[in-house]
């Protein structure tokens, strides 16, 4: 059973931080790029950030640039996503993906069921 598990959701104030885990099961992360996406109802969905199978390659949408960082660890089989001066617009559910084709093409396959990030006063 393929499935994905994101954590570290919450409630923080403008300016505040929080570190999101991806946590895929029934396959080894090591060898695909891991992205990170969110979304607000009645909105796109909105590609966040990016990280290669070899961590070389890491991508940042221009919303979050600068305030948001992926990293990943293998031997825990987890990927990360920390978030750094939030603001009220960054407010959505998160998700993160398996990328099958890297981070430089589209495509996704398995997807969590998201963890929701509320930033408000």
């Known amino acids: 059973q393929l499935q994905l598990v994101e954590s570290g959701g919450g409630l923080v104030q403008p300016g505040g931080s929080l570190r999101l885990s991806c946590a895929p099961s029934?396959?080894?992360?090591?060898?695909?790029?891991i992205g990170w996406f969110r979304q607000v109802p009645g909105k796109e969905r909105e590609g966040i950030s990016c990280?290669?199978?070899?961590?070389?390659?890491?991508t940042y949408a221009d919303s979050v640039k600068g305030r948001f960082a992926i990293s990943r660890d293998n031997a825990k089989n987890t990927v990360y996503l920390q978030m750094n001066s939030l603001k009220p617009e960054d407010t959505a559910v998160y998700y993160c993906a398996r990328r099958f084709r890297g981070c430089r093409k589209p495509g996704s396959d398995y997807w969590g069921q998201g963890t929701q990030v509320t930033v408000s006063s």
């Open positions: 029934g396959f080894t992360l090591a060898y695909y790029a």
């Open positions: 990280i290669g199978s070899s961590s070389i390659t890491t």
